[in-house]
């Protein structure tokens, strides 16, 4: 069982290989913040030559970044992609923009609002931790200008999304291009406070501390090998051991893309189909009611809700019932502890962080959010098509905020 010394020495390897070089790396770490409001997970990026950095929503199933550029200061360095060029090709972009520039179909995935966005490529830094210096550049990295309007339903602040998608110009696609020789990884902890992404070479650096504790199971596609989000098959439900009695068929992906399990941090809750919702919460109900859990009145948007009086507590949150998403057999599964299944609403009240999807959700059945993959070490492997993800890290008294903010201050 790994300590918090050592999450720290390893972060401390990932990030001291560049923290002393300022514009040649091949590691890039992105510091995480959750906003309050929104539950959106948030990041800060420079373009160019611009003196403030840029506020941006991460999207995990994003294709690319993409900008409100008319409400930002344009550096010197921006430059649009021309009609025909190889960047146009390179992103799959098409149609006639502003100067002849080709552009993308830029989507704010939030609130699905969408708009012709001009394909434009500039360069790419991100500071260090404690905002001394910057510590990676990335030259003519591709991204989407898009209008104003797109950036409604966003925090406060933020100026556009930064995707992580297997995309060919998404960040860790163009991370991966950029660097040379390095794998399209990316490794990702998200939290209530503080998290974090790590690209480049700091993946393998990650991997070789938490091997032993990382989980695989593959990335799921359509027919097509087109799809861009992050899909998982899960095969069943447990909860605290019992298999739910679920129709399977929704919980397979169809020929056409639709139904399975994909992973999201743009829906702030984990969403079921309403029949493997209504399944999922009675068989919960039931679980609760044997370790003497109270129900009380459901609190929007939750439909079920218990007592705090009575729920103990425990190194990986409240004592609920434990719930499982088994993957491709009994030994690949996803241990959900109270930590990321009950969410405090009031005083005195916690409810289970599920919430109906409805019946006719045209994609996933299962849309597994941020608030259960939060303190979990995740690894998005996108050339082998594999997803690593570990038990909480509270198990090991730990959590991503620890991490980042353990680190000793010269080397982040």
Request: contains cysteine; neutral net charge; aromatic residues 8%.
């Amino acid at each position: 069982m790994a300590s918090s010394l050592q999450l720290l020495l390893i972060f401390s390897l990932i990030t001291s290989s560049f923290a002393h070089k300022p514009t040649s790396q091949n590691a890039l770490i992105l510091p995480l913040t959750k906003d309050p409001s929104t539950h959106q997970y948030l990041t800060h990026l420079y373009t160019g030559t611009t003196v403030a950095p840029t506020k941006l929503v991460v999207d995990l199933s994003g294709p690319f970044l993409w900008l409100d550029c008319a409400s930002r200061h344009v550096s010197s360095s921006h430059r649009p992609a021309p009609i025909g060029s190889l960047q146009c090709s390179r992103a799959k972009a098409t149609g006639w923009g502003s100067g002849r520039s080709c552009t993308l179909n830029t989507v704010n995935t939030i609130t699905r609002a969408a708009a012709r966005g001009d394909l434009a490529e500039d360069i790419l830094a991100v500071e260090r931790v404690d905002r001394s210096y910057r510590i990676a550049t990335v030259d003519r990295f591709l991204f989407s200008c898009a209008p104003p309007l797109l950036v409604n339903g966003l925090a406060s602040g933020a100026k556009g999304m930064l995707g992580l998608g297997r995309n060919r110009i998404s960040l860790p696609s163009q991370i991966a291009t950029s660097f040379g020789g390095v794998h399209r990884k990316f490794a990702a902890c998200l939290s209530s406070n503080d998290g974090f992404i790590v690209s480049g070479e700091g993946v393998p650096l990650l991997r070789s501390y938490a091997s032993n504790s990382l989980t695989y199971t593959p990335l799921i596609s359509n027919q097509e090998g087109t799809l861009e989000d992050y899909y998982i098959n899960v095969k069943s439900i447990k909860i605290n051991g019992k298999r739910l009695s679920l129709n399977t068929s929704k919980l397979t992906m169809d020929h056409e893309g639709n139904g399975g399990t994909k992973l999201s941090t743009i829906v702030p809750y984990t969403t079921m189909e309403t029949t493997i919702y209504e399944t999922f919460t009675k068989a919960y109900v039931t679980a609760a009611a044997a370790t003497n859990m109270t129900r009380v009145a459901s609190v929007a948007p939750f439909g079920v809700c218990f007592s705090s009086s009575g729920i103990g507590k425990t190194r990986v949150g409240p004592a609920a019932p434990a719930v499982d998403l088994v993957m491709q057999s009994e030994m690949v599964r996803w241990r959900i502890d109270g930590r990321n299944s009950m969410v405090e609403v009031s005083e005195g009240v916690m409810c289970l962080g599920f919430v109906d999807g409805g019946s006719s959700t045209p994609e996933a059945s299962i849309v597994i959010g941020g608030y259960q993959l939060e303190d979990h070490l995740l690894e998005f492997d996108l050339a082998a098509s594999m997803f690593g993800f570990s038990s909480s890290l509270l198990v090991r008294e730990s959590s991503c905020s620890d991490v980042l903010h353990s680190m000793p201050r010269e080397s982040i």
